[in-house]
């Protein structure tokens, strides 16, 4: 037996409890793994407290990535203490995830764990860090140079936004920070690497089809308006990767930087994801990130505490990662 976190639902009310359950309860999979760290997520505080549609059937263990060792395998890629991370493949949303001391699920979706990398670690980077990496490389990718020019990061603030900027500043490029708490956040933006910031109001005022030509690339958090915006702005074929809904699913916009500029809109998904740019991914932060990167605020916290976490996490009262210790 084994504790795990278990979300139920009783009259469309969504119920957290700690539970003691067995492996057989676990749903199919190739790999056993014990986890050593889960990380909690906005996502995984709309999940627990039921304030957003996240979890899809019920019973469920939330938490959308994890860091742990594998127990057992079916599958020859693994062995028995191999360290292995998981993100994507709408764990904790469809398939149970990372809130329990065990996990069982298919070896397609794992990672080895990076050399250089612990655990805790790659749970500081997590989803978010891994998203805002393949950000990076599809800018990599695009043929977006330092002396290019200027690149913008939306949502800069945020835990992809935030990540992206520090690899970009480490690879050389001159970042200008996005956020809505320019007070709040700048410091700590220009801490992180970026070389200006900008308050979020000035890219949701309407846009004209086409505007200066002022960024050499973009990696975009917030899509909507936010990113209509920035395309008008985008230099002569540049790129822009963009990862974010949080401002909305419509896109107002024309075809005019596509056309006119040779804008590249580059769609970055980390739960469809190719198990080789996975794994490339993940050696490219271990070897990236600076090691202040590690020393950032982080809460590590027991599964007990994690309900009235995500409540606070949830209300905005939570600065920094939150660490889920198994």
């Known amino acids: 037996m ?49 304030k957003g549609k996240i979890v899809r059937n019920f019973p469920m263990v939330p ?7 594998v127990i057992s395998s079916s599958d ?10 998981l993100t994507g493949w709408g764990v904790g949303e469809n398939h149970w995830g990372g809130m329990a001391e065990k996990a069982r699920l298919k070896a397609d979706w794992l990672v080895p764990q990076p050399k250089g990398l612990n655990a805790k670690q790659a749970m500081m980077i997590g989803t978010a860090g891994f998203t805002a ?51 709040q956040n700048g410091a700590l933006l220009e801490k992180l690497g970026a070389n200006r910031i900008i308050d979020r109001k000035e890219f949701e005022e309407p846009a004209r089809p086409l505007e200066k030509q002022i960024w050499a690339g973009a990696v975009d958090t917030a899509g909507s308006k936010v990113l209509a915006k920035l395309l008008t702005q985008m230099d002569y074929g540049s790129t822009v990767a963009a990862c974010g809904l949080a401002g909305g699913f419509d896109l ?7 056309i006119l500029r040779n804008v590249r809109l580059q769609g970055v ?21 600076p090691e202040s990167y590690f020393e950032q605020a982080c809460t590590e916290i027991s599964l007990e505490d994690t309900p009235k976490y995500a409540e606070d996490i949830t209300n905005g009262q939570v600065t920094g990662r939150v660490m889920i210790k198994l």
Not at 24 to 41: F, R
Not at 141 to 163: F, I, M, Q, W, Y
Request: charged share 25%; aromatic share 6%.
């Open 252 to 258: 107002p916009t024309t075809v005019m930087p596509f």
């Open 76 to 85: 020859e890629r693994y062995q028995e203490g191999d360290e292995v991370v």
């Open 63 to 69: 938490g959308i990535d994890f860091a742990g060792k």
């Open 133 to 183: 990496m393949l950000c990076v490389q599809a800018l990599l990718d695009g043929g977006v140079k330092p002396e290019d020019g200027e690149v913008l990061v939306t949502g800069a603030s945020g835990g992809v936004g935030s990540v992206a900027v520090t690899l970009l500043a480490t690879l050389g490029y001159k970042v200008a920070a996005v956020t809505g708490r320019v007070e």
């Open 269 to 289: 998904d980390s739960v469809a994801c190719p198990t080789e740019k996975r794994i490339a991914a993940w050696e490219k932060l271990a070897e990236l990130l």
């Open 2 to 50: 084994f504790k795990a976190l278990v979300l139920n639902q009783e009259e469309k009310k969504t119920l957290s409890s700690i539970e003691h359950i067995d492996e057989n309860q676990l749903p199919d999979g190739d790999v056993l793994v014990a986890v050593d760290y889960s990380s909690l997520n906005y996502k995984d505080g709309l999940a627990i407290t039921g």
